[in-house]
């Protein structure tokens, strides 16, 4: 090969990498297109028929009774995603986000893990560290994460009940997964056949018994960029009404052994009056999807 044949091959493979650069660049300008207080709606599917608000929700704290396990959260929980315009009862008809994580699934340690042994409340700390040590460990350890047991358009949001503190402000189907080395893959609380429903409220729930009344709060809200965006601080939405079906698919080819150990331990099926859901310290943010693209 001669020498201008070499700088022309150089050349070529020069300008083929910079063009391939410029796509590239123009790909990670397109995934994150939106700045300052926009950027929370990068996922927000704005251009999709039917959008007309965006959302962002970010739970910090709270927890989920389920049966006889109460389990914190500690890792927050988003959930994100566009909304139509209400109909006529208010509610709004949700769109998955646009990178497919419409709800995060985000690990919380269940106490006491695989075996279930938490000690008592007033136990010294030293008590409680060993207790974690021992019994929340990799090996026996059980992580609990919230998952969609439905398709994003089965969500339902209503911002008049959300910020009226009545009746449902958010309906979420969703299930559990179980996840510890023993307990394998596939170990869920709930399915796409047999969901957990979540009808949230930041108002007042009127549950069967042995659950009593419980009270959320639309929080505090506050406009930003111009009006452009409101956001509501320390929201609290709440459910204790829903039931629950018995765990399936635990410990692989055993799960006809693990599955009635689960079952007794978390004490499912666990019936409607006997299951809280307790979402705190929640930050949501709003904003039209006309707003969005066309932030400055």
Not at 59 to 71: D, E, F, H, Q
Request: hydrophobic fraction near 40%.
């Amino acid at each position: 090969m001669g020498m201008r044949q070499k700088i022309a091959g150089r050349r070529f493979c020069a300008t083929f990498m910079a063009v391939g650069l410029g796509v590239l660049a123009l790909a990670a300008t397109d995934a994150s297109a939106y700045s300052g207080e926009f950027a929370k709606f990068n996922n927000c599917p704005v251009k999709t028929t039917g959008v007309f608000k965006c959302v962002l929700s970010v739970t910090n704290g709270g927890n989920v009774i389920l049966g006889k396990k109460n389990v914190p959260i500690k890792s927050p929980v988003t959930l994100q995603g566009g909304f139509s315009k209400p109909n006529e009862a208010g509610v709004s008809s949700f769109f998955g986000a646009t990178n497919g994580v419409t709800l995060s699934k985000s690990p919380q340690a269940v106490p006491g893990g695989l075996l279930g042994i938490v000690p008592p409340e007033s136990s010294p700390p030293l008590v409680k560290a060993l207790s974690a040590f021992f019994f929340e460990n990799g090996l026996t350890g059980v992580n609990a994460t919230l998952e969609l047991a439905k398709p994003a358009s089965e969500i339902q949001l209503s911002e008049i009940n959300l910020v009226g503190e009545e009746q449902t402000a958010l309906k979420l189907p969703v299930m559990v997964h179980l996840e510890n080395p023993f307990l394998g893959k596939s170990c869920y609380v709930g399915s796409s056949s047999s969901p957990l429903i979540w009808n949230l409220t930041t108002g007042v729930t009127a549950p069967p018994p042995p659950n009593t009344s419980i009270h959320g709060s639309a929080g505090e809200g506050e406009f930003k960029e111009e009006g452009r965006i409101f956001e509501l601080h320390n929201t609290q939405l709440v459910e204790n009404s829903w039931s629950a079906p018995t765990a399936s698919g635990c410990g692989g080819i055993l799960s006809f052994l693990v599955n009635p150990i689960i079952n007794s331990q978390i004490g499912l099926a666990s019936s409607a009056g006997k299951n809280t859901t307790n979402l705190e310290n929640t930050t949501i943010d709003l904003a039209t999807a006309t707003a969005v693209i066309n932030h400055p």
